[in-house]
């Protein structure tokens, strides 16, 4: 069935960098795309877009909350997606997903990982 | 970029109907698609397009749109629908590739 494994959690100092694994399996991954959203912390949380890539041709778009600080990569040998975000601070503290549009580029993120939880604090 | 704005809270009783919307300007252009977060867990998509559910999303869920408003539909409100639930859409304004979310909606079962 489809599935995305992400990476563990982490802890960070602020000012570093943090690198989120996102492994498929299931559905053919180079003909998808995969959206990367973060949480907060705590229940009600809203969700906030930070990008996607599109996996066969690696074009992306990043939120401008998010331009200049995030990086996101595949690997084709492995189906996986990476998501490196620099220059941390507290406020980056939250859940990271991937979420997987099967489809190409048609906005139907209908597979997502379990989350990566990402703690910065010095 | 656009913004969804959704109600931080709604309760229905059980066996009843609720409708959860998100309201936005992207919406008059734009589908929204609704994800069910429950607990600890990752959203789940329950609605996309023009009222489409996945396999396995239950048939009281259902979705309209009127203007720039969207909305979530559940007929006969079950105890395990208790949950968070987020709108989003592509952006109509500003990053026109990029999505928005709404700020969730925390559903109580009564």
């Known amino acids: 069935q489809r599935q995305l494994v992400q990476s563990g959690p982490e802890l960070k100092k602020p000012g570093t960098s943090v690198k989120v694994s996102c492994r498929a399996s299931g559905f053919t991954f180079i003909g998808s795309t995969v959206q990367w959203v973060r949480q907060a912390p705590g229940e009600g949380q809203k969700l906030e877009y930070i990008?996607?890539?599109?996996?066969?041709?690696?074009?992306?778009n990043y939120a401008q909350q998010f331009q200049g600080r995030v990086t996101f990569t595949r690997d084709l040998s492995t189906s996986t997606a990476y998501m490196e975000l620099r220059g941390l601070r507290s406020e980056d503290t939250g859940v990271y997903y991937c979420?997987?549009?099967?489809?190409?580029?048609?906005?139907?993120?209908?597979?997502w990982g379990q989350g990566s939880l990402v703690i910065v604090s010095s | 970029s656009s913004e969804l704005t959704q109600d931080p809270a709604v309760s229905v009783a059980l066996g009843q109907t609720v409708r959860i919307t998100c309201q936005g300007d992207?919406?008059?252009?734009?589908?929204a698609t609704w994800f069910q977060q429950k607990p600890g867990q990752a959203p789940l998509l329950v609605i996309s397009g023009k009222n489409k559910r996945p396999s396995g999303v239950p048939d009281r869920f259902s979705g309209s749109t009127s203007g720039n408003t969207a909305s979530l539909i559940i007929t006969g409100a079950q105890a395990e629908d208790e949950a968070d639930y987020h709108c989003?859409?592509?952006?109509?304004?500003?990053?026109?590739?990029?999505?928005?979310f709404g700020g969730g909606t925390r559903l109580t079962v009564l």
């Open positions: 992207s919406l008059r252009v734009y589908h």
């Open positions: 989003n859409s592509r952006d109509s304004s500003g990053n026109h590739l990029g999505v928005v």
């Open positions: 979420a997987a549009d099967r489809r190409g580029v048609s906005y139907l993120f209908d597979s």
């Open positions: 990008g996607w890539i599109v996996i066969g041709s690696t074009n992306t």
